[in-house]
């Protein structure tokens, strides 16, 4: 919680003793924010600011010019993709300004992206490699930890075989390390892999591509400007994606367009609304389906769009039909007049686009969620068009790129899966033998089945061995570039973390999981280095592809994270077969040929056109791309798309320009437009799945069709178009059988596009997935919910078996928690830091905004607990946690309603755990975590955890 001071003495005893260390004495606010350059309106919203980058006039000699180098990058933090210059004399980046070409930012910063060179060379980073020994830390080599790590992980391989390390990656990886990783634990030969996605979007990806063919952002952030209705549901841009807020803001400002914000609690987003609507956490699909009651009784449905596009519409009409306004204030709590204001809003305000976040995919039923969230916009016909779409706003830098490619246990990169098939399909792109990969697995079944996802890896550890469908239990855990206070049930990870053999913890500063056990041994926290210490390309939400440049070398001891892979497949032996086409100088593999290795293998969702040399050259000439449609206008980019977002087809050679809206059949798919993919075949029980009467401009076939193959192109006479190359290559791999995703070549999807198509096919979005325990989405009551009226009506699952796991339902809601534990609990975002927070609150220029974790609780609840405003209040979990923090008395959240941020770490339990951190790398501010109280729920199809609806009990400290 932010405290008002009107003195210049900050009252905070922990942050000026934190700080006194750094800066040799201590230091008052307003030298603090003087000297980090946010004086000047630093925690209010930065959409607009250009903070960081004024410093006073001087004349410059030529040789102090001549020094003075000037280096493009990334913002490290959420997945806009802000641009940032820094400046570096010596070898020392010493400045850094907002980048003014970069058609994303326009030249502003949040607080965060304007402190990114703290990162860099903050004196809180890990220096060099330790490990716990005998309860202290102690420096080692990195020769000395690659030796040690490997011999007790070569251990573990060997008594409990590969599936007993589990390899958790990182949405900070840029996508060439991400790649490398998920190629490096499908060498050590398991899917017990996986990244932050995994709790933040999976539901998203499950649900949007099982709808319409991928499962991403639609449009951009640019693209809104186009809007006239934007429509947020559990999203707060202005604190977790702050500079879109200036993109939503200009749809306002030109097209007078309406934003609707739906949340549980009044954010700041929320403060620029024109309708606000407070509903209940976890009842996202009643408030959708109350909407579409409205806009089908009134017939405002786009019904051409629907008959050509849309599958399955009748069987989801049935289920809105229940959802009358009664019913869902019953549920939700909004209003009936509310609902159908807000409907006809969206109805008579088109192009709207919808945005949603974490507060929609957290959820047990997350999966649901987000196929409503797609189903009211298949109705409005607000898909495959400019200013509407589903922006899907992404919380990590390269949390898009890491998903891409596949650090997940369920998929190999580009989203091929892991059948047969798939696994063949990348022996070939790795030009290694698909029978030496599959001995690296302990069977050919768990080579082929999805991996324990990271929400679950406690459980791999601590359920009993019968009961996981591997050969024992997880007893290694690598925590590479990982926050686990961003994870729920954190008292249960801490019992795994003190069961486990070995913990290693690889990041630039050394995280809450290296001080939550109680143990003596068995840790070591790695050196890694910042993106900024290295190069390499990142995706932002809206899938453009940017080139980052290298601003400084490794600081202290620190390396690249795709070093520390190599270093670790030599000490595996398996070096010579992950590195066959990849150049390594030293113990550095080449970026570039990562690059060109994924672009010759990612055909299914177009990662293959963006070669190295034509991202570097979109860089060099960011400010010829227009601001809201991002297309070059002139100069060596002209008619591409910035970033070339993917699909960017065919190989580089082709020139694809990239797809700047998914699904947009205006355009012809060689200049970015689409139609929705042929996924699901062509028909289901009789019903046809293809398009009717919808095509891209251009396309040769004036209907539906399904996706190519060599069989079709033959069946076409389009197999002419082949060059000889591309039809051996074709040959090669399986004749006719052959299809886009699998042609190296990329012969088939240059032909098809020649002719007007899409490689992927063309049909209907479908509404029904039947291969979901919801084929169609329904309301279910939280796993902990205060509504027991509402159980019986709106039941959860039976209990099942997921991800190799036992999984539970219905045998933790029929527990009445709420008698004890009467109060909502949601979680959520703060613009002054990020993730798991432990980088963020290592920056003494955020520490300085934001001093204290805290709970935002309804007066009318304080006053009942009698708990005082800025007082200490405990935040108890029905599963046995419980939190100390300071007690923000407020009405932004509803009586009933809780509100903590997850970006604290540090605290367990009201125990200050500053001792245990490696001296000089704790953070500046330390707090509980959210997730103390954090309870156990999963969604039915991913295992997103569910974070924002369980319930808990306030009490006065």
């Known amino acids: 919680m932010l405290t008002k001071r009107k003195s210049a003495s900050a009252k905070s005893a922990r942050l000026s003793a934190a700080l006194s260390g750094a800066t040799g004495g201590t230091i008052d606010r307003r030298s603090f924010l003087r000297n980090s350059g946010l ?54 980046w010493t400045r850094q300004d907002p980048d003014f070409d970069s058609p994303f930012n326009l030249g502003s910063h949040c607080a965060k992206g304007a402190s990114v060179r703290e990162h860099a060379h903050s004196e809180r980073r890990l220096k060099y490699p330790m490990k716990l020994e005998g309860g202290k830390w102690t420096r080692i080599s990195w020769d000395q930890a690659i030796d040690e790590v490997g011999d007790k992980i070569l251990d573990i391989r060997k008594t409990s075989g590969p599936d007993s390390v589990y390899w958790l990656g990182s949405a900070k990886f840029n996508n060439e390390q991400s790649y490398l990783f998920r ?28 709808t319409w063919g991928y499962g991403a952002m639609t449009n951009s952030f640019n693209d809104i400007h186009n809007s006239r209705a934007i429509f947020l549901i559990g ?52 408030l959708i389906w109350g909407i579409l009651w409205h806009v089908f009784d009134n ?45 006809r809003l969206m109805a008579s305000n088109r192009p709207g686009t919808f945005v949603w976040c974490m507060g929609g995919t957290q959820h047990h039923t997350g999966n649901n969620n987000t196929r409503a969230y797609c189903t009211m916009q298949l109705v409005l016909g607000n898909m495959g068009t400019q200013g509407g779409g589903a922006n899907i706003f992404r919380g990590h830098d390269n949390v898009q790129g890491a998903t891409d490619m596949c650090i997940l246990s369920h998929s190999l990169p580009g989203y091929y899966g892991l059948s047969t098939g798939a696994w063949k399909h990348w022996a070939r792109v790795w030009d290694v033998d698909y029978d030496w990969l599959k001995g690296r697995f302990a069977s050919q079944k768990l ?22 469908d591997q050969p024992d239990n997880v007893r290694a855990m690598v925590l590479w570039g990982h926050a686990v206070n961003s994870q729920t049930r954190l008292p249960e990870m801490k019992t795994a973390m003190e069961k486990l053999d070995l913990m290693v913890v690889i990041d630039p500063v050394p995280t809450f999981a290296s001080v939550i056990p109680d143990r003596q041994d068995g840790v070591y926290v790695l050196p890694a280095c910042t993106q900024f210490e290295t190069y390499g390309s990142v995706t932002a939400s809206n899938r453009s592809i940017q080139w980052r440049d290298k601003v400084v070398d490794p600081v202290f001891e620190s390396q690249p994270d795709h070093t520390t892979m190599y270093r670790f497949a030599k000490k595996f032996g398996i070096e010579k077969e992950m590195f066959k086409n990849i ?46 449609t991002l297309q070059a206008r002139g100069g060596p980019c002209d008619g591409e798309y910035y ?3 993917w699909p960017c087809w065919g190989t580089a050679e082709m020139g694809h320009p990239g797809t700047p809206v998914l699904y947009d059949t205006s355009k012809s798919v060689a200049e970015g437009g689409l139609t929705f993919r042929a996924r699901f075949g062509v028909e289901h029980n009789g019903e046809n799945l293809l398009a009717e009467g919808s095509y891209s401009a251009g396309s040769e076939i004036k209907d539906g069709y399904p996706e190519f193959s060599m069989a079709m192109l033959k069946k076409l006479g389009w197999d002419k178009d082949l060059t000889a190359e591309e039809r051996a290559a074709i040959e090669k791999v399986a004749g006719d059988k052959t299809n886009w995703k699998t042609d190296l070549s990329g012969g088939i999807q240059r032909v098809a596009i020649k002719h007007g198509c899409a490689p992927f096919g063309n049909a209907k979005a479908r509404t029904v997935v039947w291969t979901f325990p919801d084929p169609v989405p329904v309301h279910r009551e939280p796993l902990y919910t205060p509504r027991r009226d509402l159980v019986k009506d709106y039941p ?6 997921a991800y190799r796991l036992p999984t539970l339902y219905e045998s933790i809601q029929k527990n009445d928690y709420a008698k004890d534990f009467p109060t909502i609990l949601t979680t959520g975002r703060l613009v002054e830091y990020e993730g798991g927070g432990e980088e963020s609150r290592s920056n003494k220029w955020l520490a300085e905004l934001q001093q204290e974790m805290y709970c935002e609780i309804n007066p009318v609840d304080a006053n009942n607990a009698g708990i005082r405003d800025k007082a200490d209040m405990w935040v108890v979990s029905p599963e046995g946690g419980k939190a100390l923090v300071k007690a923000m008395v407020t009405e932004r959240v509803a009586q009933g309603v809780v509100f903590m941020p997850f970006h604290f770490g540090g605290h367990w339990q009201g125990k200050d755990l500053r001792a245990k951190y490696p001296e000089g790398a704790d953070p500046y501010v330390l707090g509980e975590a959210a997730n103390m109280v954090g309870t156990y729920g999963y969604d039915s199809v991913t295992q997103m955890q569910e974070t924002k609806a369980t319930l808990c009990r306030v009490e006065a400290a």
């Not at 996986?194 to 539901?203: E, G, L, V, W």
């Not at 009748?314 to 306004?325: F, L, N, R, Y």
């Not at 100088?585 to 056109?609: Q, S, V």
């Open 39 to 92: 004086a000047a309106g630093g925690i209010a919203l930065a959409s607009a600011s250009t903070l960081g980058h004024v410093k006073p006039a001087a004349a410059a000699t030529d040789q102090a010019k001549k020094a003075v180098k000037r280096v493009s990058s990334v913002c490290t933090h959420c997945s806009v993709g802000c641009g940032v210059i820094g400046e570096v004399e010596n070898g020392v």
């Open 583 to 628: 150049k390594v100088n030293g113990d550095e593999p080449l970026i570039e040929d990562i690059t060109r290795e994924f672009n010759r293998g990612m055909w299914t969702i177009g990662y293959t056109g963006q070669s190295p040399e034509r991202l570097k050259k979109h860089a060099l000439n960011k400010i010829t791309f227009d601001r809201t």
């Open 796 to 801: 959860t699952y039976k209990d099942t078996r």
């Open 447 to 468: 080579m082929e089945s999805k991996g324990i996802p990271v929400s679950r890896w406690i459980d791999g550890v601590l359920e009993k061995k019968e009961n996981i």
């Open 643 to 645: 970033g070339l977002p």
């Open 183 to 210: 190629k490096f634990y499908a060498m050590w030969g398991s899917n017990n892999g996986d990244h932050q996605a995994r709790i933040c979007h999976s539901t998203t990806v499950a649900g949007v591509a099982n």
């Open 235 to 286: 999203s707060n841009p202005a604190e977790a994606h702050p500079v879109s807020l200036q993109h939503i803001l200009k749809a306002k400002e030109q097209n007078n367009a309406v934003l609707i914000v739906c949340d549980p609690r009044f954010t700041r987003t929320a403060a620029h609304a024109d309708e606000f609507m407070r509903f209940r956490p976890g009842t996202d699909v009643a």
């Open 299 to 343: 017939e405002w449905e786009d019904k051409e769009f629907i008959r050509q596009r849309v599958w399955g519409l009748d069987q989801v009409k049935a289920e809105i039909s229940k959802w009358t306004p009664d019913e869902v204030e019953r549920v939700t709590g909004v209003p009936g007049t509310q609902v159908k204001r807000v409907a």
